[in-house]
């Protein structure tokens, strides 16, 4: 009887020391407030709780990270764990089911939130949090008392091993982006590190991410002999005691013989195994692929029903497509506003019976769009396909109010109403909206016709992009395509696209570049004619005048007051988008990490380059040739600074 008595104290006694050292492990965790929170028993509550309920549900994964995410936006959930890389499976899932049931009850309710312990990180967002790279929140903590001697010595070993490992880990060595190792620094003195990123990031990224965290060690603990710093994308921790396990190494020599001769041994087995069930498995994988193919088929055309609109009911909408609903006109057809039956407001393209995009770019515009989610991709509503006296195809969007980009930033008199700080903004929107195009959609998706007319802009002057009918579809693992046809706008296109047909996510990025530098100046990329050659004006200049120290020279004069470093850094960050060599061009995820933290360093710029008559040259080789007239290019571009009201420019 005594010995049942006590058993609630001694349950309680266990509860108390696990949860006392669960608590004791963790180093640091933030709620993030900005991203808002949820109500008790909702939709999003309850997806976070399944995600963290089967967070290491999968045993299969023996490396230490898990990404996950449930729901359907906006109460959609992404779960990200990592744990640190020389742990076993067993202390990995430990501590992250300690960090899932502590994280939410010390943020409760709150839709984004990180925490870091000693073994492992955790986060979650109502965002998509894979594959970007995050600055903040960080942390740094170092043990009290545990000061260097000899700094100048410990740090010039600390920042010889530190590249190493970083080197070695961005390299994909081992899936784990990990890696760890020792130093000497005297004969009694050893400096231990490791350095780590979360396996979604790609070798550059990586690199990026533990360069930022190295630079942050001479601010925060130059003396210190034993330092942790944590970011959300990568993390490094070294000091004088040895606090990670080794990884052993492949083996080598003799395992290289039994591997042949276990590989000659399941050769032979698997021959004599195929040849039984060779005709079966045809026979099954065809009946796959077919069912496969019609599933699909069947997919695509119950989406297209579900978006299809009634023809009759859109010449309601836009009063018969009447000129006082007109909002604009392009090579593609039209674009009129209308007001459906409900009293929602909706843009309608109708398409040119002369349009370049046909029955093929029009589907592709359909599924295409339909299936992305973004808030800086216009929302695709549906679509119309009607054959009477004639072809009418037209699409549906989101009304956005405030127009196009071209509209403000071409204009003398509109572009007051862009200031720097939302300059800023829908660059910085533009460039999100492309990093989950690239990386976060089902597809990659090169939209080859990116332009200030093809940007729209809402209530709130966020960005939004528009116009998918010329975009293309690559496989995740699918880095570059070439086409005959060559689609798009001059000025924003790449050269290696005009010149060649290339095109890919760098093609995007150019074209990026070249908004930026359009943005900033309030000048159109416009072309200088004469019968020899065509100059990308705003690019190339913007290159000359940044090498000669004077970029400032051609920023928009509305923006007077702004912070010159900010557009500075912008003005490099569009250079390096526009660079000639596709490979040096950075990423759109590159992009982002180099708009939002002002540490990270910027490479220096190379020229820009133009195609010429099917030929690529660079700025140098245009100056050779036509000097005259681009210098006096260059005096037109400083004029319309000065005076833009000397400027005739005419939005797409």
């Known amino acids: 009887m005594a010995i049942v008595s006590f058993m609630p104290l001694i349950f309680l006694c266990f509860l108390v020391n696990l949860v006392t050292h669960a608590a004791a492990e963790r180093q640091y965790q933030n709620c993030v407030t900005e991203r808002g929170n949820f109500t008790a028993n909702a939709t999003y509550m309850a997806n976070l709780d399944a995600l963290l309920d089967n967070l290491t549900a999968n045993t299969q994964i023996d490396y230490g990270f898990y990404n996950l995410s449930y729901g359907q936006n906006p109460e959609k959930v992404s779960v990200i764990g990592l744990c640190r890389g020389d742990l076993n499976p067993d202390v990995c899932r430990s501590c992250l089911n300690n960090s899932r049931v502590f994280l939410p009850q010390f943020c409760p309710n709150y839709k984004e939130a990180i925490a870091f312990y000693e073994n492992c990180m955790l986060r979650y967002s109502n965002r998509s949090i894979f594959g970007v790279v995050e600055d903040t929140p960080w942390y740094y903590y170092w043990w009290p008392g545990n000061n260097v001697t000899n700094v100048d010595q410990y740090n010039q070993v600390l920042f010889k091993l530190l590249p190493e490992l970083q080197s070695k880990a961005a390299s994909g060595d081992n899936r784990l982006k990990y890696a760890a190792g020792s130093a000497t620094v005297t004969d009694s003195l050893r400096i231990y590190a490791l350095v780590q990123c979360t396996p979604d990031l790609s070798e550059q990224l990586c690199i990026d991410c533990l360069g930022v965290a190295f630079s942050e060690i001479s601010s925060c603990c130059n003396s210190v002999a034993g330092v942790t710093i944590g970011r959300p994308s990568c993390n490094v921790r070294y000091g004088t005691n040895p606090f990670y396990e080794a990884i052993p190494d492949t083996p080598k020599g003799n395992s290289k013989l039994r591997t042949v001769i276990a590989i000659v041994a399941s050769v032979v087995a698997f021959i004599i195994v195929i040849v039984l069930v060779f005709i079966y498995l045809r026979v099954k994988m065809a009946r796959k692929y077919i069912e496969g193919e019609t599933k699909a088929e069947d997919e695509e055309i119950e989406l297209i029903d579900t978006l299809q609109f009634d023809f009759d009911a859109i010449v309601v909408a836009t009063n018969n497509f009447s000129d006082e609903n007109k909002l604009g006109q392009g090579g593609f057809g039209v674009v009129y506003k209308g007001r459906l039956s409900n009293g929602q407001e909706v843009a309608v393209k109708r398409l040119s019976k002369e349009s370049v995009q046909g029955d093929v770019e029009f589907k592709n515009e359909v599924l295409l769009v339909a299936k992305l989610q973004h808030r800086n991709l216009v929302r695709?509503?549906?679509?119309?396909?009607?054959?009477?006296?004639?072809?009418?195809?037209?699409?549906?969007?989101?009304?956005?109010?405030?127009?196009?980009?071209?509209?403000?930033?071409?204009?003398?008199?509109?572009?007051?109403?862009?200031?720097?700080?939302?300059r800023f903004k829908i660059i910085e929107g533009i460039a999100r909206g492309f990093l989950y195009l690239h990386e976060d959609s089902r597809l990659r998706i090169i939209h080859r016709d990116l332009?200030?007319?093809?940007?729209?802009?809402?209530?709130?002057?966020?960005?939004?992009?528009?116009?998918?009918?010329?975009?293309?579809?690559?496989?995740?693992?699918?880095?570059?395509?070439?086409?005959?046809?060559?689609?798009?706008?001059?000025?924003?296109?790449?050269?290696?696209?005009?010149?060649?047909?290339?095109?890919?996510?760098?093609?995007?990025?150019?074209?990026?570049?070249?908004?930026?530098?359009?943005?900033?100046?309030?000048?159109?990329?416009?072309?200088?004619?004469?019968?020899?050659?065509?100059?990308?004006?705003?690019?190339?200049?913007?290159?000359?005048?940044?090498?000669?120290?004077?970029?400032?020279?051609?920023?928009?004069?509305?923006?007077?007051?702004?912070?010159?470093?900010?557009?500075?850094?912008?003005?490099?960050?569009?250079?390096?988008?526009?660079?000639?060599?596709?490979?040096?061009?950075?990423?759109?995820?590159?992009?982002?990490?180099?708009?939002?933290?002002?540490?990270?360093?910027?490479?220096?710029?190379?020229?820009?380059?133009?195609?010429?008559?099917?030929?690529?040259?660079?700025?140098?080789?245009?100056?050779?040739?036509?000097?005259?007239?681009?210098?006096?290019?260059?005096?037109?571009?400083?004029?319309?600074?000065?005076?833009?009201?000397?400027?005739?420019?005419?939005?797409?």
């Open 451 to 652: 332009t200030a007319s093809n940007i729209l802009l809402n209530e709130e002057m966020n960005p939004k992009i528009a116009d998918f009918g010329m975009a293309r579809l690559f496989q995740m693992d699918q880095s570059q395509e070439n086409t005959n046809r060559i689609v798009g706008t001059h000025g924003y296109m790449a050269p290696e696209y005009v010149a060649c047909g290339y095109f890919s996510m760098k093609s995007n990025v150019f074209s990026f570049g070249v908004l930026i530098l359009e943005i900033i100046s309030g000048l159109k990329n416009s072309e200088i004619r004469d019968s020899e050659y065509v100059e990308h004006l705003v690019s190339f200049v913007m290159w000359r005048k940044w090498n000669e120290g004077t970029a400032l020279d051609i920023v928009d004069s509305t923006l007077s007051g702004a912070s010159t470093n900010e557009i500075m850094r912008c003005i490099h960050i569009g250079l390096l988008c526009v660079q000639k060599d596709v490979a040096n061009r950075p990423t759109m995820a590159s992009v982002m990490l180099m708009l939002n933290s002002n540490s990270a360093t910027l490479p220096k710029p190379s020229e820009p380059a133009f195609v010429l008559q099917g030929r690529t040259f660079t700025g140098t080789q245009l100056l050779e040739r036509n000097s005259g007239l681009v210098e006096t290019a260059i005096n037109n571009v400083q004029a319309s600074v000065n005076e833009a009201s000397n400027t005739e420019l005419y939005p797409r």
């Open 380 to 422: 695709l509503l549906g679509f119309c396909l009607e054959r009477k006296e004639r072809l009418e195809r037209l699409l549906i969007y989101e009304f956005i109010p405030n127009k196009s980009l071209d509209y403000f930033i071409f204009d003398p008199i509109q572009r007051f109403y862009l200031d720097w700080q939302r």
